[in-house]
């Protein structure tokens, strides 16, 4: 059985597939039986999702434990994440259906346990799940999702479930997207890139024309703490409230994952009433969507797409045997390695990254003639051979340099690391509401996806965020 952590995790047919399922089950189709055990673990108050899911393992016969926020568990007493996992896993758990407010949870969850783990919110993250039975409304509503004009409105920087949804219909043809939000909660640019429809920024409801209108609550518990946050809170908290003289005379489906908030209602209840208010049968269908989620999980019907790993290399470059003119004139190392084509002044930080100080030996030749760059540094460690993570730094933050070997005078070997797919331990993630932050003491590694290598983009394995060459930190 895989988990299902980011919407990516499973394709088009798969989603199809479950969100068919659910339209079956919510007609009447008879349930099937499994005994096993869901262990239920939401750190962060939940209803529509943790209540739909504990009822959906209920009608399939499963045995739910769990609980609901943090008090009266361990947790309070600064039990770590892994531990807690590991102790339901213990207990007989099958499945893990996890919410936690930091993000990359659900991932880390997946990632040390050999269970399934259900993602139902990771911070302002992801939250896949009901992105499923956003795709399930809609298909019930319209027959399908592609072709579709879609706004997402109000908090679409922290909002984890705008987040999912986007990159589930990035599986589907021919959308166009509108992004209405206050610039100070516009939609990261990370999960928007590459989107194959057509995208549109506004500030208003009033200047688009769609099929859906997908609300979403501004959400107090996202912004940052104390009287600047409250002030930011205030700013943006009454911009969109939607109300039936909004709506006149438009067929437009009003959807919202819910809850609103009644201080400062986005949804007025008026709305509840109107052929357009299609968010109260969206809540009801968590239910047979997350019951046909569990019966996939369950049949093995699902698999996880994993992105191929690539191992690092060395890209040879070729070598003249005769030793290099500047060996003897500028650097003299008989053995050991030798950086060339640092582009001028980053020669220091080369040697940071590798965190040689003064007292070690190594020569160093800054702001030097150059056919490539017309202006280069050259670091040079005399008797010593990089190791394969030195060299991975080294391509980390100068990726255009080239590695000698020295040997008896001799250019052994020269030539460029090539970064693996996935960086382990060197990298670490500036996010401060990721797993892997070390202020949270859960222990979980560094890890990175390496997206691009030109220009080099790395994106955090666990939270997703991405980090280009100039904001690298290494550990």
């Excluded at 986007?166 to 100070?184: E, H």
């Excluded at 409801?205 to 409250?230: C, K, N």
């Excluded at 990726?399 to 052994?412: E, F, G, H, L, S």
Aim: proline residues 5%; glycine residues 6%.
């Amino acid at each position: 059985m895989c988990s299902l952590v980011s919407i990516n995790d499973i394709s088009r047919a798969e989603i199809l597939s479950i969100i068919n399922d659910a339209l079956e089950r919510k007609k009447g189709k008879k349930t099937e039986q499994f005994p096993g055990v869901l262990a239920s673990l939401f750190y962060e108050s939940s209803t529509r999702t943790r209540e739909s899911t504990e009822c959906a393992a209920h009608r399939l016969g499963m045995h739910v434990i769990g609980f609901s926020g943090i008090e009266g568990t361990s947790v309070q007493k600064g039990e770590p994440l892994a531990d807690t996992l590991r102790m339901y896993r213990g207990f007989g758990a099958n499945i893990i259906a996890l919410r936690h407010p930091l993000e990359g949870a659900a991932r880390y969850a997946a990632d040390i346990l050999n269970i399934p783990v259900i993602n139902c919110g990771d911070g302002s993250n992801l939250h896949p799940t009901q992105t499923l039975l956003d795709l399930m409304t809609i298909t019930e509503k319209r027959g399908s999702v592609d072709g579709l004009r879609i706004a997402l409105v109000g908090d679409l920087k922290y909002g984890r479930t705008v987040h999912s949804l986007v990159a589930g219909l990035k599986m589907f043809s021919n959308i166009t997207l509108w992004l209405v939000a206050p610039d100070s909660l516009k939609m990261p640019a990370h999960f928007i890139e590459h989107f194959p429809g057509t995208i549109y920024h506004a500030h208003d409801i009033a200047e688009v024309d769609v099929d859906i209108l997908y609300m979403t609550r501004i959400q107090r518990e996202r912004f940052p703490q104390g009287p600047d946050g409250e002030l930011e809170f205030d700013k943006v908290s009454r911009i969109y409230q939607l109300t039936p003289s909004v709506l006149e005379g438009k067929n437009v489906g009003v959807m919202h994952p819910l809850p609103r908030y009644k201080h400062r209602i986005e949804i007025s209840l008026a709305v509840d009433s109107l052929h357009n208010a299609w968010y109260i049968d969206q809540a009801e269908n968590g239910v047979f969507l997350r019951e046909a989620l569990l019966s996939s999980m369950m049949l093995n019907k699902i698999s996880r797409r994993k992105k191929e790993f690539i191992p690092g290399a060395w890209k040879e470059l070729s070598v003249k045997n005769y030793p290099k003119e500047a060996q003897e004139t500028i650097y003299r190392i008989d053995n050991g390695t030798l950086i060339d084509h640092i582009h001028a002044g980053k020669g220091k930080e080369v040697l940071s990254v590798l965190q040689i100080d003064a007292a070690a030996k190594f020569v160093y030749a800054s702001n030097i003639s150059s056919k490539v760059y017309e202006r280069k540094d050259v670091v040079g460690f005399p008797d010593r051979e990089l190791t394969e993570m030195e060299l991975s730094k080294v391509a980390l933050v100068e990726p255009d340099a080239t590695i000698n070997i020295i040997r008896d005078k001799q250019v052994y070997k020269k030539g460029k690391v090539v970064l693996p797919s996935i960086i382990d331990g060197l990298v670490i993630c500036q996010n401060p509401r990721c797993i892997t932050y070390k202020t949270h003491n859960e222990f979980a590694p560094q890890k990175f996806h390496v997206v691009s290598h030109d220009p080099l983009l790395l994106a955090c394995y666990y939270c997703e965020v991405p980090v280009e060459r100039e904001k690298i930190k290494l550990e």
